[in-house]
């Protein structure tokens, strides 16, 4: 019997657990991050195609120079989030707050 009541508590309820889309979490649920993620996307396809085609014959150069230039775009997009953060567009920015308008 104590036990049940140990594992009551200890339940996953709403009430233990933040919601998913609970603000106070803040997951980098903001436009600073969703560019900076977009742009390292496009840069790990590119990387990762650029791989895959460095492995054929005859594209080995070409392959390596578009795998470095997918590995740029995204540290591009580290630096793109990174300075749309300081500029007020992160998590709890001051471009993000409600004027009241």
Not at 67 to 80: K, Q
Request: with cysteine.
């Amino acid at each position: 019997m104590a036990s049940e009541t140990r594992n009551s508590a200890t339940r996953n309820t709403s009430a233990n657990h933040a919601q998913m889309g609970d603000e106070t979490i803040g997951h980098g649920n903001s436009p600073a991050a969703w560019t900076c993620v977009m742009i390292m996307l496009a840069g790990a396809a590119i990387a990762s195609f650029a791989y895959v085609l460095a492995s054929t014959e005859g594209n080995h150069d070409f392959g390596t120079l578009l795998f470095w230039a997918g590995i740029g775009v995204m540290v591009v997009g580290l630096i793109v989030g990174f300075i749309l953060r300081r500029i007020g567009y992160g998590v709890g920015g001051s471009k993000l707050k409600n004027n009241g308008h």
